[in-house]
């Protein structure tokens, strides 16, 4: 779902976010990411964002870190997603679309009356994520395809081939990302890979570790 926004720089974009912590859960530009909103706060999250710039922030809850409170510490870097479709159940809940557009860094978690968590934000170091296809030329299209093939026979996966031949590289590549069943310190080393070829390569990597330790201890390791 495109955005009928343009974000031409870092600058469009607003400096402070309102972040959705939320394990496993990879958004990366141009992807797409489907959200059941039922949680209060996340209502009031989504709310506000309708009556501002309509961007969230997609941002994990690192585990390796003990939080000095009981709200769980996260990941210094997350992805901000516009909301492109939004639609009431009737039963108090939201169905969200969320666009990805850039990632960012945390600058400094605010402290605030509202009910969800918001943050500063520098999306400078990302600022290339905002040019589509960038640097899609350089991912090795070949190799990714064939760990989707091997991914795929390993776990009797059905695969639409006609539809993954015909997607651009950048689509392929952050689709198979933010779908891929691992667990979440690799999907944080993905979101943070430099560039869209670092990332293909991560993924390819990463899929066969996954396939080698199933056949050692019977299972890859799954989020």
Not at 47 to 69: K, V, Y
Not at 94 to 122: C, N, S, W
Request: proline share 7%; net charge negative; charged share 20%.
């Amino acid at each position: 779902m495109p955005s009928n926004v343009h974000y031409a720089n870092a600058a469009d974009l607003p400096e402070t976010l309102p972040l959705f912590p939320l394990p496993g859960a990879l958004l990366l530009p141009r992807g797409q990411m489907p959200l059941n909103i039922f949680e209060p706060r996340y209502l009031a999250m989504i709310d506000f964002a309708m009556a501002s710039h309509r961007l969230i922030g997609m941002i994990q809850p690192d585990p390796t870190q003990n939080g000095s409170t009981t709200l769980p510490h996260l990941y210094s870097a997350g992805c901000a997603g516009r909301i492109t479709q939004l639609a009431e159940t009737g039963d108090g809940r939201y169905l969200v679309q969320l666009t990805g557009i850039a990632r960012f860094r945390v600058v400094e978690e605010l402290t605030t009356i509202t009910p969800y968590r918001q943050a500063t934000v520098d999306f400078t170091p990302f600022e290339g994520d905002l040019e589509p296809r960038k640097g899609e030329d350089e991912v090795d299209r070949v190799a990714v395809l064939g760990a989707l093939k091997a991914f795929s026979e390993a776990k009797q996966l059905e695969v639409d081939w006609k539809n993954i031949n015909e997607a651009s590289s950048e689509a392929l590549v952050n689709a198979l990302c933010m779908m891929a069943p691992f667990g979440v310190s690799e999907k944080q080393a993905l979101l943070e890979a430099a560039d869209l070829k670092a990332r293909g390569d991560m993924l390819v990597a990463i899929t066969e570790f996954e396939l080698a330790r199933e056949g050692h201890d019977g299972g890859p390791r799954m989020q």
